[in-house]
């Protein structure tokens, strides 16, 4: 059948309400249709009355259709009931496909289909609309169904041809039409005469017949030749199929229920005899039909001048009616089917026959108007059949004008027309109503007025059944039709209406594909809605595409889908196709938004469905499921019951150690051992480890469910020399799974399983999926997989959401792979500030190989110290060693001043070398340098299979809070330390430890000047114990630095043992005196060429700085002193230094990468003080601990970075990018900020001293005294020697006292200098000057001799190049008063 288009919509309706001719023939015609296999000769002509040419009639007509009958007759029509139609529609449905649905995808509307039209998507829906159409019989309202004319025909062998044909004028039904028909006795008759070819006798008479015929009847008559393919052996096969599917296609079209296979029509015809059929109806419509309803058209318009004349004619009328004299006869009639209607002859019914000619002759506008007037005289005689017909014709007149009204212009029309066919008329004509509804949508369809559609479609009567379900198909796929945009949610309503009715009419086949269309508009809604996703979503397997049925369960369309999946489960159910049912049914299991009742309904139709559905598995396939075998996820169900999220899923070796495992890659510098770079979690795990599987598993329904047998399916891939050590025929598996019983989950419970996993030999191990019973009865498998990433690389990528493959979990079993058992022995939780505590990790190799090199990072250095670990065999062994190691080691003679030549390289401290060749920060080995002994630990070369490991640790409480220190143990077997300046792998173990540290002291140090000697400072340490309830003794205090030497200053009063009460305070006072005058200040100057070269240079520096001696400074303040040169105190102590002096590097100069900083910056600084103060507890616990103080700053200034700014004499090289030189530039002002940002504004780099030697008279009569005065000159400056010009102000030089005179307040006696009062003088780096000056005053007491000014400039400076060098020249005047008290 061939599919319709829009363009062909329009025809539709006007072949339905085309002219017919009753077509009656003798005997002798129907056996010359017979040999064509052509029951009547109304069979014969019908497919020529399709699209007749009319050009030639005198009419305005370009085609038309006419339909020929056999019959005519007025009858009672029953009303359809439900199972007839049911019928009707069940026939219509019968051999078309039901399945395929192509204007729907998985991922929404597919735009080039819905172009097509809609009887394309539904193709019952074209079988039914036709067979109704051509079911339709004639009623006495309408002339639609009533013959225009009469053709008779006979045949030229018969002896009278003209007497045959009178015959046929009185036939019965010749009869009918005059007397029923709206033609009455003005029927057209038309008459053919036909030759048959077979008679080969009559061909020479047949011409005078045939004027006989027309001689007796008139120009209305035909002469046809068929039936000239006589010698059919020589038939042309081609040919003969063409002509007989003219007569297929037209019954395809006017009977499409009527089965016809492989029926061959016209076998004795050839095209000349097809040609002389059409020109024979052409001639017929030409000559006889159309003129003749012309001519009726002028009559009838004549006839009802008067009714058509208006308001008018309409006011006679009624004044005659009701104030005439006599009653007139009524033109009223009681119809077959108890209806009103109008006799023939009446001006009501001629209108009505005027309407319908000019409509069946295409003059829509003038059938338009006559039917408006018709209707008008029918609603006043109550005559509702007719009524609504007219109502119809309008509408439908309306449409046929192509032209875009207003959907109230027609609208209403069709409405009254349905209205009154069901309700208005003595019997419903429910026949009618449906002709009026499938018109009325067709025309909407040749307009594109979908959006009118649905309301129409739904006006199909509720009883109707398996129409009204059609009705709804329909109105549906109008939704898709909208100009706009396709309405998705609300096809979907009426897709799900359809399928309801389907249901009740017994169509499963239709229910089930609306419910399919359901499903997927719904999740093409729903991902329309949510698309722009930053998930990837996890992929379920579903019937009708991926994801539908979780985006429906998360939407609030999940009852919706509940109900779609239970009914199709149903139906499949019914239909005994297990496989699809039971996919339904466990998709009814994902949503938590069913009613726990419901729920409970569905797993237990689910479970009795399996049950059912079992016996059809073998009991191979059973033993399979059973065991869990490789493979048995194709035999299993995938059930969204319950979750388990891949992404949740953690893999941990050795569950029972403590930590958190992983393979982490390991570099020196102090960074954290990190993620590999790819970004992937490398698992892996030695031959033997027990690994956990810990899965997320969590219930979504409202119900309780049980998990039986639950484990977890996975496959092994052997390593080749596993293979080749164990052979292929071993019968040993290679990993063991164990197997969790039962697990029980009450609604919306969340549980974590584990599977532990066992492996034997060497190789790969794939975790595919868990396997488990649902309710102990369901096998059912779940797949794990991991989402791919999002992919943003290109364009493409960044606009269409595009995700990477799927990762599979599983990890590696590797032969060579170390497995370190790391146990955390006595690891405080609680620490006071400064108290320390021994900890110890206890290392046990539990694989088959020595591990070569094994690593400890910390990352809070300041917190730990680390001693040598040791291997031990025994418990015994290893407690000896705990009690023999000792952080603070007691001493009776503690040297008050000790030398030490100490490493004063900037190490990193945060890793720590266990085993393995011991090596530095910059991975050089670690030991001796320079002949210098370091305090690095001394680790074991390997650690032997089965051997132990003994790591004694210190904690103390550097800082006061909560904390949480991190510690990671990184092993190998096959890799070296030395890796690690590139970076190495590692197994590695991360400990995580939560320390509190409570405040214990307070400990504030501050500096004054020194009168005596401005070289040296006053050092005043302040300590509080803030603890309550507790006293602290204090032990010794030690002061560390490369210059300079603490002495205490004690009093008669100072107590020999010094302890401090609770919420007491102490105050202890030194003096820093230098300890040399030739100071070479080497590490400031390493620090100056260093960073000259990294600034200017073109080659980065590498070398390290030279040893420092240091001068420990120690006061014992208890009853014993500690040695501050113990190994592994001092060891600690520095790498405490260490860790806080890059931690202000990285700070104060952050634009210098942090692996640069050993190479700048020494560990130790000339000029600095390092204070440490060790304590005890005093009647508690007997804790101990100490305090310290780093880079102790005297206010002498030091400031030698800005030195590094000045490029060299060579020049700085050069930068051949623009950008690189613009770094270098950020650099140095970064650099001079700091620098500027740190400088004291009282530090200065000359300082002036006056100290009275001595006093006397000038005379035993004169009151005039002479004061001998000791100028000293102080250079704290390590660089740069200065010449000064030194001048003696006096008081009565008044232009000049107030700037040389500092503030003062008290009596001042009148003074002048005398003698020389000017002095030049050279002074040495770190040296003193001093010149003698003499004071004359005229009375003896206190004067200020402080009024002078010293001009200086470095002896050798070259000109700074640099504009953030420091100026080399000064001019210096006092700052303070210099009092001296003048007395004999």
């Known amino acids: 059948m061939p599919r319709p288009t829009l363009a062909q919509k329009r025809d539709f309706v006007a072949k339905a309400f085309c002219p017919r001719a009753l077509v009656l023939s003798t005997p002798a015609i129907a056996d010359a249709c017979a040999v064509n296999n052509c029951s009547t000769f109304a069979d014969l002509l019908a497919p020529f009355g399709q699209d007749v040419s009319t050009q030639s009639a005198p009419y305005f007509l370009d085609k038309l259709n006419i339909k020929f009958t056999t019959d005519f007759k007025i009858e009672k029509r029953s009303t359809h009931s439900r199972t007839e139609i049911d019928d009707l529609v069940h026939t219509s449905v019968l051999d078309s496909d039901q399945t395929n649905v192509p204007f729907l995808t998985e991922h929404g509307v597919d735009p080039s289909a819905l172009s097509s039209d809609t009887s394309v998507w539904a193709p019952w829906y074209t079988l039914f609309r036709q067979q109704w159409m051509t079911t339709m019989q004639p009623s006495e309202h309408e002339s639609f169904m009533h013959p225009v004319a009469c053709v008779l025909v006979a045949s030229g062998s018969e002896d009278d041809p003209v007497g045959a044909l009178r015959i046929l004028q009185a036939h019965a039904a010749v009869n009918r039409v005059q007397t029923q028909g709206f033609s009455g006795a003005n029927v057209l008759f038309y008459y053919v005469l036909v030759h048959d070819g077979r008679d080969p006798g009559v061909l020479q008479t047949i011409d005078h017949t045939f004027d006989q015929v027309r001689r007796a009847f008139g120009q209305n008559s035909s002469l046809l030749k068929i039936n000239s393919n006589t010698d059919l052996i020589d038939a042309d096969t081609s040919e003969q199929s063409k002509i007989s599917s003219i007569w297929a296609n037209t019954l395809s079209t006017t009977q499409p229920l009527d089965p016809h296979p492989d029926s061959v029509f016209g076998s004795m015809l050839n095209m000349r005899d097809v040609t002389a059929l059409r020109d024979t109806v052409k001639q017929m419509m030409v000559r006889g039909i159309v003129p003749h309803m012309q001519y009726m058209i002028r009559v009838l318009s004549d006839q009802t001048a008067n009714q058509r004349r208006g308001i008018t004619g309409r006011l006679f009328s009624a004044g005659r009616r009701y104030f005439g004299t006599a009653a007139k006869a009524s033109n009223t009639l009681t119809g077959v089917d108890g209806d009103t209607y109008f006799r023939y002859d009446s001006a009501e019914a001629q209108m009505r026959k005027l309407a319908d000619y000019s409509f069946m002759l295409k003059d829509f506008r003038f059938a338009q108007s006559v039917y408006q007037v018709a209707r008008r005289d029918f609603q006043s005689e109550k005559a509702w059949k007719c009524y609504a017909g007219a109502q119809e014709m309008v509408g439908v007149c309306k449409l046929m004008l192509e032209v875009h009204a207003t959907r109230a212009e027609f609208d209403s029309n069709f409405e009254d027309a349905v209205t009154m066919y069901l309700h208005k008329t003595h019997a419903p004509c429910q026949h009618l109503a449906i002709r009026c509804i499938i018109i009325y949508y067709e025309l909407l369809k040749h307009h594109k007025l979908y959006s009118f559609a649905p309301t129409t479609l739904l006006r199909v009567p509720n009883s109707s059944g398996a129409l009204r379900a059609m009705a709804c198909e329909q109105a549906a796929y109008a939704f898709l039709k909208f100009p706009n945009r396709p309405e998705l949610r609300k096809f979907s309503f009426y897709a799900m209406l359809a399928a309801q009715e389907y249901q009740r009419a017994g169509i499963a086949s239709l229910a089930h594909r609306c419910l399919r269309m359901v499903r997927l508009s719904l999740g093409a809604t729903l991902a329309t809605d949510e698309s722009e996703s930053s998930e990837k979503p996890v992929n379920d397997k579903s019937l009708d595409g991926s994801g539908t049925s979780r985006a429906l369960a998360s939407s609030n369309w999940s009852s919706i889908d509940s109900y779609i999946n239970h009914e199709l489960g149903t139906q499949c159910m019914a239909a005994q196709d297990y496989d699809h049912a039971l996919q339904y049914f466990m998709a009814l299991m994902g949503s938590d938004q069913i009613p726990p009742k419901l729920q409970s309904k569905y797993l237990q139709e689910l479970l009795q469905l399996y049950l059912e559905s079992s016996d059809k598995l073998d009991l191979e396939s059973e033993k399979e499921l059973a065991a869990g075998l490789d493979g048995a996820q194709n035999k299993r169900v995938e059930l969204s019951v319950p979750t388990i999220d891949a992404r949740m899923t953690r893999v941990i070796m050795s569950p029972d150690l403590e930590g958190e495992d992983g393979v982490l890659e390991w570099r020196n510098g102090g960074a954290a051992p990190s993620a590999l770079v790819n970004g992937s979690a490398d698992h892996r795990c030695s031959v033997g480890e027990s690994v956990a599987v810990l899965l997320v598993v969590k219930n979504p329904l409202t119900i309780g469910i049980t998990l039986n047998g639950f484990t977890l399916d996975c496959h092994f891939d052997a390593a080749l020399d596993a293979k080749a050590t164990n052979g292929d025929e071993s019968e040993s598996p290679a990993f063991a799974i164990t197997t969790v019983d039962t697990v029980v989950l009450e609604g919306g419970q969340t549980s974590m399983v584990t599977v532990t996993i066992t492996t034997h030999c060497a190789g790969r191990l794939t975790i595919r999926g868990a396997t488990y019973l649902l309710c102990d009865i369901l096998p059912t498998y779940k797949t794990l997989k991991m989402p791919g990433k999002r992919l943003n690389d ?458 009275l030697t001595g006093v006397r008279r000038v005379s035993e009569a004169d009151a005039l005294c002479v004061a001998d005065i000791e100028v000293s000159v102080y250079n704290h400056s390590w660089q740069h020697a200065y010449n000064a010009t030194l001048r003696l102000i006096s008081p009565s030089e008044s232009d000049q006292a107030s700037e040389t005179k500092p503030e003062s307040s008290g009596p001042q006696a009148a003074w002048t200098w005398c003698g020389v009062t000017t002095h030049t003088l050279s002074v040495d780096p770190l040296g003193s000057v001093c010149v003698q000056a003499q004071v004359a005053c005229s009375a003896l007491g206190i004067i200020d001799v402080g009024m002078w000014e010293l001009s200086a400039t470095a002896v050798n400076a070259t000109a700074a190049t640099s504009p953030y060098a420091k100026s080399l020249e000064c001019k210096l005047h006092p700052l303070h008063p210099s009092f001296i008290n003048v007395t004999i």
């Open 794 to 1251: 290109t364009m493409e990528q960044r606009v269409t959401p595009t995700y990477s493959a799927d990762i599979q979990l599983g990890f590696q079993v590797d032969a060579s792979f170390p497995r370190l058992e790391a146990v955390l022995e006595d690891f405080p939780d609680t620490l006071m500030s400064g108290s320390m505590q021994r900890a110890l990790i206890r290392l046990t190799n539990r694989t088959q190989q020595s591990c070569q090199s094994i690593m400890l990072w910390l990352s809070h250095p300041s917190f730990f110290d680390v001693a040598s670990p040791q291997l031990v065999d025994t418990d015994e062994a290893s407690a000896e060693l705990a009690e023999s190691q000792s952080m603070y080691v007691y001493s009776d003679n503690v040297e008050a001043t000790s030398e030490v030549l100490a490493a004063n390289v900037l190490r990193d401290c945060s890793m720590f070398v266990l085993a393995g060749p011991a090596i530095a920060s910059d991975g050089s080995a670690a030991g001796t340098e320079c002949g210098v002994k370091s305090h690095a630990l001394i680790p074991v070369e390997t650690l032997g299979p089965g051997e132990s490991l003994l790591v004694p640790v210190w904690i103390r409480g550097d800082r006061v809070g909560a904390h949480t220190l991190s510690m990671a143990i990184g092993a190998s077997t096959t890799q070296s330390t030395r890796a690690l300046t590139t970076g190495c792998k590692m197994r590695t173990r991360k400990f995580e430890i939560d320390l509190v540290v409570t405040p214990s002291l307070r400990v504030n140090a501050f500096v004054r000047p020194s009168v005596q000697n401005p070289h040296e400072r006053i050092l005043g340490i302040e300590i509080e114990n803030v603890q309550s309830g507790l006293d602290i003794q204090l032990v010794q205090s030690t002061f560390t630095s490369g210059h300079y030497e603490l002495l205490p200053l004690r009093t008669g009063t100072t107590p020999r043992v010094v302890q401090i009460g609770s919420k007491q305070t102490v105050n202890l006072m030194y003096k820093a005196r230098p300890r040399a005058r030739d100071v070479q200040a080497q590490p400031e100057q390493f620090t100056i060429s260093a960073l000259q070269q990294y600034i200017f240079a073109k080659d980065k520096p590498t070398a390290v700085p030279a040893p420092i001696r240091l001068v420990h400074s120690n006061a014992v303040l208890g009853h014993q002193g500690i040695d501050s040169t113990h190994s592994s105190l001092q060891a600690y102590i520095a790498r405490s230094q260490a860790h806080r002096r890059r931690t202000m590097l990285r700070n104060a100069y952050p634009l210098i990468p942090e692996k640069f900083h050993s190479a700048l910056f020494p560990l130790y600084e000339t000029f600095g003080i390092d204070f440490v103060l060790f304590w005890s507890e005093t009647g508690g616990k007997g804790r101990m601990g100490h305090h310290s103080i780093t880079g102790i700053d005297l206010g002498v200034p030091h400031d030698y970075i800005n030195e590094a700014l000045t490029p060299p004499a060579s020049g700085a090289a050069r930068m051949w990018l623009k950008d690189t030189e613009h770094d270098r530039q950020e650099l140095i002002q970064s650099i001079a900020n700091r620098s500027a940002a740190s400088a004291h504004r009282t530090e200065r780099t000359l300082d002036v001293a006056l100290r």
